[in-house]
């Protein structure tokens, strides 16, 4: 039973264009959230949270959007560089349990030159 | 680099021989975690550690995996008698915490072990 779910494989962006990637949670305990960007034959690198206390959460050229109502999230990435080009997961985790961390299947950024 | 560490970095066995994995988390981290990556999905949760104390482990985790982290510094995996389906990329994360109750933090990867059982 997946309770993060990114139903894009992959997404495809020119450079300097807004990359959006989402995710959804079906499990209302969820109250934080993460992305973490992947490069081949290298472990996950943290890239933002939010808590589910906020909507909105920015840093840099990231943004991530909770939608608790809908259950879902999104990370904004502009303007999008090549370097972006990674598999994106998202996780979260729930009060009753910070420790454990359930992570969707990801998604393959691709940013074109 | 005082990042996640993980040993070997590849690892390929013969079906039915142990294995077994070691993870130096970031120093002063006191929380350890052990998931498992398969192609195609996202990282899955086997086992937790507060210190030196397991606290938690998933149902993937089945009678041949034992984990271990005897001072609450490094840890290891073992497999016992591989199986062809537990080839799989085994990540190690650390994070802050002093203990229940605290909020959410990220949890920090190392590289991975990439086990291959043929």
């Known amino acids: 039973d997946q309770q993060v779910k990114q139903n894009s494989p992959s997404l495809s962006v020119q450079e300097g264009r807004i990359s959006i990637l989402n995710c959804d949670y079906t499990?209302?305990?969820?109250?934080?959230f993460l992305w973490y960007k992947k490069y081949p034959a290298e472990g996950p690198t943290f890239l933002i949270s939010?808590?589910?206390?906020?909507d909105k959460n920015e840093d840099g050229r990231f943004t991530v959007f909770l939608n608790k109502s809908a259950k879902h999230l999104s990370l904004h990435i502009v303007p999008s560089q090549p370097g972006d080009s990674a598999v994106y997961f998202c996780?979260?985790?729930?009060?009753?349990?910070?420790?454990?961390?359930?992570f969707g299947s990801g998604t393959k950024l691709n940013v074109k030159p | 680099d005082t990042g996640v560490s993980q040993d070997p970095r590849h690892k390929i066995t013969k079906r039915g021989q142990n294995v077994t994995f070691r993870c130096d988390p970031i120093s002063e981290h006191n929380r350890l975690y052990w998931y498992r990556q398969t192609l195609g999905q996202g990282p899955e949760f086997l086992t937790y550690?507060?210190?030196?104390?397991?606290?938690?482990k998933s149902r993937l985790l089945s009678d041949r995996f034992s984990a271990e982290r005897p001072k609450g510094s490094f840890s290891t995996l073992e497999i016992q008698r591989t199986e062809q389906g537990d080839s799989a990329m085994y990540l190690c994360?650390?994070?802050?915490?002093?203990?229940?109750?605290?909020?959410?933090?990220?949890?920090?990867f190392g590289q991975g072990t990439r086990l291959t059982v043929v």
């Open positions: 499990n209302s305990m969820f109250d934080y």
């Open positions: 550690f507060q210190n030196e104390a397991q606290l938690e």
């Open positions: 939010i808590s589910s206390i906020k």
């Open positions: 994360a650390s994070s802050p915490g002093t203990g229940g109750g605290a909020g959410g933090t990220e949890a920090f």
């Open positions: 996780a979260a985790s729930a009060r009753y349990n910070f420790n454990k961390f359930y």
